[in-house]
């Protein structure tokens, strides 16, 4: 019997399809990698038995109980916009689409709130929430494609992620199915224990996310800007003042002199055409040709391109723009525009005015589909997104843009910004002999980056993922998390039937001895973090930062300060510590190390603003009370001016149910299994 009919047989009503252009279709995400095999004529190598459009969740639980009965591995799938190789079913894989899952369930401003289904498709959320006044704010370039549950599965950021942060700080609740079939709402709590960021950027592999409670914003006022600086390093310094000053642009985005260059010759092509946020026709495009040819030769010497570039410099390419969008009332954003413009020009920054900024706005989703063309000539294309505290950053846009650089061709804009730190969005363009060269320099591209990336003390992905394209990477970067990571994926999907082979390094690396926590606090002033040993005390940290006029933010008064131990406070959910909601840009802790259980292995992740490698093993040891282990050393933000408050009627600490309570046991259970 084939898959498909044995589906049919076991679960009535159930869509299902096994026909050749469904199993085609399915055969992939948009990783650019496939795209060169496409070319070469393998269309669909890795096409799957057949392709199911669940409307329930309980079909969603038949299915996966049926797959675990019978050993067969299931996919969820958004709207296949992933870039990182995801999705790579095989015959025996079933995989299921979510888009018919896409109902509002409960749309509550004033709780504030909407409960919307996992397969809603983003522009379309948007554009319905937009008539009735009210925004969430998250807004990916692919917002055209990509799904409410793809968003929760990849952790990815949206083009506003200065105000409202990413898709983890949106999500006030999440109804999940694991592995086994079970169904439970996660809901987050501020003060822990929260699952929540276990399964946010599982990539598919720990639960489906049916429906997910994403924070509501009134719909917003907008204010542009725009400046113009002489080198990068001065904008990206201009960024950080802006963060650390306590100013939350929406959009702040700072391009360099050659993607600078681009933008406003777009802006010239477009002058006196009505403005569209659509993705272009094709028609901008001319068929491949003598450019083409022209295109494919340039990009085989990159190293030259990329030099003739930077010698050229931002002196012929007229410097690095950088876009500022605010948002929200009238006057407030009109006030910190202005805050925001004279930081701009005391960087050394030029004032632009705020054309720039609209054109910007109004091509925000197009810019993103200019890949195609590119592929379209016989030459590839692709990005990567990197992400380091501040005072990496310099060193992490160095080195990535070198390590590129030897292979391929190379453009960068800093496009999400955090008060301790910023990421990297680095275009690049490369071409070879033929097809199978062009794949080799592609991957030596990727393996040299990324390992730059990760000797430069950053992370692997800020919003894209990990997928396959990463998973090496990833157990660079998590080393005994890794071991962690996999614990926790058998006690959610004990067949192993949730997109296996995905994320999770085929080797597991080596353990790394922790090297000694800091014997005193060190602050590190221009990330405005301070790395703290799990044993300091609260009051120990507050001093060292009073006396640089800094603070963790935190109210826990004065005796229980001077006794209360970092690793004892954040076990306990940080009591009296900053509110996540009121500034969804900061966060409490940007990396830390801890040991499993009693002196088990240790685990140790480097300070990031914000990082999309998988899932957030910190939800393991935060207001648990040490049951998973604890923190030998942390990094904690330090925290200067703070921002004007999103206000919000979310119920910040819930009350634990009976469902999340085994969920949590058991993830621990898994955690302290590690031996
Ligand atoms: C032109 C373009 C621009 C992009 N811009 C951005 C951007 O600005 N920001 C950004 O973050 N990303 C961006 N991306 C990447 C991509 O769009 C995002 O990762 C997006 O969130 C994927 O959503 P999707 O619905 O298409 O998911 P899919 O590609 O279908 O799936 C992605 C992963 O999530 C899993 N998954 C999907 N749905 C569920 C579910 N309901 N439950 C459990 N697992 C699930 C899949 O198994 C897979 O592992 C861009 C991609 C393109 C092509």
Not at 3 to 16: D, F, K, M
Not at 410 to 420: E, F, G, L, N, T
Not at 610 to 630: C, I, K, Y
Not at 648 to 664: F, K, M, Q, Y
Request: with cysteine.
């Amino acid at each position: 019997m084939s898959l498909a009919s044995a589906i049919a047989e076991a679960i009535p009503g159930l869509q299902c399809s096994d026909s050749t252009p469904d199993r085609i279709s399915y055969a992939r995400d948009l990783w650019p990698r496939h795209m060169i095999a496409v070319r070469a004529g393998r269309i669909a190598d890795h096409r799957p038995g057949v392709v199911v459009w669940p409307e329930r969740t309980e079909q969603v639980v038949a299915l996966v109980k049926w797959c675990g009965q019978e050993g067969i591995s299931l996919v969820p799938y958004g709207a296949g916009s992933g870039v990182c190789g995801a999705v790579l079913p095989t015959a025996q894989t079933v995989v299921m689409d979510l888009k018919r899952l896409r109902r509002w369930r409960r749309f509550d401003p004033e709780a504030g709130v909407l409960d919307v289904e996992a397969g809603a498709m983003g522009i379309r959320l948007e554009e319905d929430l937009e008539a009735r006044g009210f925004t969430v704010g998250h807004f990916p370039s692919s917002i055209l494609c990509s799904t409410v549950g793809g968003w929760i599965a990849g952790r990815g950021a949206g083009q506003c992620s200065g105000l409202y942060g990413k898709i983890e700080d949106m999500v006030a609740a999440m109804e999940c199915v694991d592995g086994r079939g079970e169904v439970v709402t996660l809901r987050r709590r501020t003060a822990g224990p929260d699952l929540t960021p276990l399964i946010v950027g599982s990539e598919g592999g720990l639960a489906v996310v049916t429906s997910a409670e994403l924070r509501l914003h009134p719909y917003p006022a907008r204010a542009f800007a725009a400046l113009s600086f002489g080198t990068m390093e001065r904008g990206y310094e201009a960024i950080r003042a802006i963060y650390q000053r306590g100013l939350r642009p929406a959009v702040c985005r700072l391009y360099d002199p050659f993607d600078s260059m681009m933008a406003r010759r777009s802006a010239a092509k477009h002058a006196g055409q009505a403005t569209t946020h659509q993705p272009t026709d094709g028609k901008d495009h001319p068929p491949p040709g003598v450019g083409a040819a022209a295109l494919r030769t340039v990009l085989r010497i990159p190293g030259a391109l990329n030099r003739a570039v930077d010698l050229l410099g931002a002196r012929a390419f007229g410097g690095a723009t950088l876009v500022l969008v605010f948002e929200g009332e009238p006057e407030r954003i009109e006030a910190e525009l202005g805050v925001a413009r004279r930081i701009g020009i005391g960087c050394r920054g030029r004032d632009l005015g705020e054309g720039p900024a609209r054109h910007w706005y109004d091509h925000r989703y197009s810019i993103s589909y200019k890949l195609a063309p590119v592929f379209m000539s016989g030459a590839f294309a692709d990005t990567m997104e990197v992400a380091a505290p501040w005072s990496r950053f310099g060193t992490l846009y160095e080195e990535v843009r070198r390590a590129l650089g030897r292979h391929v061709f190379v453009m960068a804009h800093m496009s999400h910004a955090y008060p301790d730190g910023c990421s990297i969005y680095f275009t690049f363009a490369g071409s070879d002999r033929d097809e199978a060269a062009a794949e080799r320099r592609y991957d030596e591209a990727w393996r040299t980056a990324l390992a730059a990336a990760l000797e430069a003390g950053g992370t692997l992905s800020h919003h894209h993922g990990v997928g396959r394209s990463k998973a090496d990477a990833l157990g660079v970067e998590l080393g005994s998390g890794v071991e962690v990571l996999s614990a926790v994926d058998q006690a959610f999907d004990p067949q192993g039937i949730l997109n296996p082979g995905n994320l999770l390094p085929p080797k597991v690396p080596p353990r790394r001895p922790l090297p000694p926590p800091p014997s005193r606090p060190e602050l590190d002033s221009k990330s405005q973090l301070v790395h703290a040993a799990g044993d300091a005390t609260l009051g120990e940290v507050e001093d060292v930062l009073a006396a640089r006029g800094l603070t963790l933010g935190c109210t826990v008064a004065g005796a229980d300060h001077r006794t209360t131990t970092v690793n004892d406070w954040l076990c306990a959910g940080a009591p009296g510590g900053p509110d996540p909601w009121l500034d969804p840009v900061d966060h409490l802790v940007a990396g830390y190390s801890a040991t499993l259980g009693d002196g088990g292995p240790a685990l140790q992740i480097r300070p990031c603003p914000r990082r999309a490698a998988g899932p957030d093993l910190f939800s393991l040891f935060f207001g648990t009370q040490g049951r998973a282990g604890r923190f030998h050393s942390v990094h904690l933000r330090a925290r200067g001016a703070g921002a004007v408050p999103l206000l919000t009627p979310i119920d910040r600490n819930p009350a634990l149910e009976v469902g999340e309570e085994r969920w949590l046991e058991r993830a621990i259970a898994a955690a302290r299994g590690v031996s």
